[in-house]
C-alpha cells in the first residue's frame, strides 16, 4: 500500500480515537483555567480594554469610609441578609435592566429583596394614585431583624461595580442615609430648571413651595433612602399618617412627598448625605448641554455611579440597556430565591 494511503488511514484512525474519548467524558490535557477566569473584569467590546472599576472625576464628595480599591468588588456575602432592599412598582412595570440589576445586586452581597405593588397603609385615603410615592416610608415595616432597608425607585440601575451599602457607611449613626438632587451642581440645577419652567428654582424655593420654611442642607431626593428600622420605622409610620392627607388634597404629586421627607429629616437632624454616586439623576446631567454646560455621556456618568436614577427617562433606560450590550456589562443575577421574602 502506498504510503500516502497509509498516512490517510492513520489520521482518519486518530481522529476517530480523539472523537470516541471526547464523547466518553475523558478529558484531554489542554491549558489550565485558573480560578481567576471565573470572574473576569468588565471589558470595553470595541477595545479590548478593561473598563475601569472606579471613577476618579465627578465624584466632588468621597464617602465617609470608602471601601479601597481591591474591596470595590467584594466577594459576595452570601445569607448575610444585614439589608431589605424594597422596591415600590404600584401601577408600573418594573422589569428589563433595572431588576436584572437589582436582582443582581441583591443576590451578590446576600440581600433580601422584595417588590411591593400594593397599598400598605391602613388608611385607604392613601390607597390613592396620588399617595403612590409617599407608601415608601412604610418600607420599614417590612423588615425582619434587618439592619437596613434600603427604598429604591424603579427606575434606579444599579452599577454590577456596586460594594454592599450596608458597609459602605460606617458612621452614619442614627442617620437617614439620602443624597442631594442639585446635580452636577446646584447653579446647573437652577438654571435647567429656569429653562424648562420659567421660574429659577433654589432648594430653598422648592420647600417653601410646598409649605416648609427651611433652610435646607440641599435638595434631597428619595428615590434612593438607607434606613434603620430599629430608629426610624415608627417616626416614619407617624409621618406617613400625619400627611398622606395633604399628599392627597395638595399639588404636587410626589414632589410634595419629597418636600415632605426632606423637611421632616432635616428639622429632626437626621440626614446623612451620601455621595452623588448613590443616587445619580441622569436627566439632569442630560440636560447640562441644554444650558450650554458641558456635555455628559451616559456610559462614563454610569461607570463613575454606583446608582443611576433616569426619573422615568425611558428612553435614557433603553439607550443604557444598548450601551450595556455593547460594552459587555452583565447584570446577570445569581440564585437570590433563599433571600427573597415571601
Known amino acids: 500500500m502506498p504510503s500516502s494511503t497509509t498516512s490517510s488511514f492513520t489520521l482518519l484512525f486518530l481522529c476517530i480515537c480523539v472523537s470516541v474519548l471526547y464523547m466518553s467524558g475523558v478529558v484531554l490535557p489542554g491549558p489550565v483555567s485558573s480560578s481567576a477566569d471565573t470572574q473576569q473584569p468588565l471589558h470595553h467590546a470595541s477595545s479590548g480594554a478593561s473598563m475601569p472599576l472606579l471613577f476618579s472625576e465627578v465624584e466632588v464628595i468621597k464617602p465617609p469610609a470608602s471601601p479601597r480599591s481591591s474591596e470595590r468588588r467584594p466577594a459576595p456575602t452570601q445569607g448575610s441578609a444585614k439589608l431589605l432592599m424594597v422596591v415600590f412598582s404600584i401601577g408600573r412595570r418594573f422589569g428589563g435592566i433595572a431588576k436584572r440589576s437589582h436582582l443582581a445586586y441583591a443576590a451578590r452581597h446576600g440581600y433580601d429583596f422584595r417588590e411591593v405593588n400594593h397599598y400598605m397603609g391602613s388608611d385607604k385615603r392613601g390607597h390613592v394614585w396620588k399617595a403612590l410615592s409617599l407608601q415608601k416610608i412604610l418600607a420599614c415595616t417590612l423588615a425582619r431583624g434587618h439592619d437596613f432597608v434600603l427604598v429604591l425607585d424603579s427606575d434606579v440601575i444599579i452599577g454590577p461595580w456596586t460594594p454592599p451599602m450596608h458597609l459602605a457607611f460606617p458612621d452614619i449613626g442614627k442617620r437617614v442615609g439620602i443624597v442631594n438632587e442639585n446635580q452636577p451642581s446646584a447653579q446647573t440645577v437652577s438654571k435647567i430648571m429656569r429653562l424648562r419652567t420659567g421660574n429659577y428654582r433654589t432648594a430653598r424655593s422648592y420647600y417653601l413651595q410646598y409649605g416648609y420654611d ?43 412627598e419629597q418636600a415632605m421627607v426632606g423637611y421632616e429629616l432635616m428639622k429632626r437632624d437626621l440626614v446623612y448625605p451620601m455621595p452623588h454616586a448613590w443616587n445619580r439623576l441622569w436627566v439632569f446631567y442630560d440636560w447640562s448641554v441644554d444650558v450650554k454646560e458641558r456635555k455628559f455621556w451616559l456610559g462614563d456618568v454610569f461607570r463613575k455611579s454606583y446608582f443611576v436614577h433616569f426619573c422615568w427617562d425611558k428612553p435614557g433606560m433603553l439607550k443604557l440597556n444598548e450601551w450595556a450590550i455593547r460594552n459587555n456589562v452583565t447584570f446577570v443575577p445569581k440564585p437570590y430565591s433563599q433571600h427573597t421574602l415571601p
Open 214 to 256: 427651611i433652610h435646607p442642607l440641599g435638595l434631597l431626593n428619595t428615590g434612593v433612602m438607607l434606613f434603620q428600622p430599629k430608629h426610624h420605622a415608627s417616626l416614619l409610620e407617624q409621618m406617613y399618617y400625619r400627611h398622606v392627607e395633604k399628599q392627597v388634597t395638595r399639588k404636587g404629586g410626589f414632589h410634595y
